[in-house]
């Protein structure tokens, strides 16, 4: 019987990661369901739901080449394989302001209170060093409405934060 993982893998970024964990994975009969994979400042992570005859020490076992060889950081959990319902986000919400501690805090704070559910969030530091700008971008599905996202976050405007809040209008079908 199969078993479902859920693998995270952290390093350094250079050239091959993917190529080098995917073919250890497909060598040792693994099958990839959904992966993320994203570059943080110099740092490469991926996130991959993996089915796999072996139990975690064999998973392990077929990765620790590949592991060590790039110096990557793995962590293995259980996790469910079937089928998941992918949420279709209907917000997006852009955030621009001078780069100071507490914005994401603020901003996903008030947006949960409103009722949002993040799907997906990125963040990044624009700007100079002597005038840092943050930006964030945020994805998810508005559970109690747009407008109720908008009124949350408003109060933040006065804090010199820009927040714009746009429906997503996603044709399916």
Same mark, same amino acid.
């Given at each position: ?5 859920? %693998?995270?893998?952290?390093?350094? *970024? ?21 992966? +993320?994979?994203?570059?943080?400042? !110099? ?11 072996? *139990?975690? +020490?064999?998973?392990?076992?077929? %990765? ?5 060889? =790039?110096?990557?950081?793995?962590? $293995? *959990?259980?996790? +469910? ?6 949420? $279709?986000? /209907? ?7 001078? /780069? ?6 603020? $901003?996903?704070?008030?947006?949960? !209170?409103?009722? =949002?559910?993040?799907? *997906?969030?990125?963040? /990044?530091?624009?700007? +100079? ?6 930006? %964030? ?18 109060? =933040?405007?006065? /804090? ?14």
């Amino acid at each position: 019987m199969a078993n479902w993982y859920m %693998l995270t893998l952290v390093g350094r *970024d250079r050239p091959g990661i993917v190529a080098r964990v995917t073919s250890a994975l497909f060598e040792a009969g693994c099958n990839l369901g959904e992966t +993320s994979m994203i570059r943080l400042g !110099d740092n490469f992570t991926v996130m991959m739901l993996v089915r796999s005859e072996a *139990d975690e +020490s064999g998973l392990r076992a077929a %990765l620790a080449p590949v592991l060590e060889d =790039l110096a990557l950081v793995l962590h $293995v *959990d259980p996790a +469910s394989g079937e089928r998941h319902p992918r949420p $279709v986000p /209907d917000v997006r919400i852009l955030v621009h302001g001078a /780069d100071r501690t507490g914005i994401v805090s603020q $901003v996903t704070a008030r947006a949960a !209170d409103a009722g =949002l559910n993040i799907l *997906d969030l990125e963040s /990044d530091v624009g700007g +100079s060093d002597e005038e840092p700008i943050y930006i %964030l971008q945020i994805e998810g599905v508005a559970t109690r409405g747009v407008e109720a996202i908008e009124s949350a976050l408003a109060p =933040l405007q006065a /804090d010199g934060v820009k927040v714009d809040v746009q429906p997503i209008d996603t044709m399916i079908g």
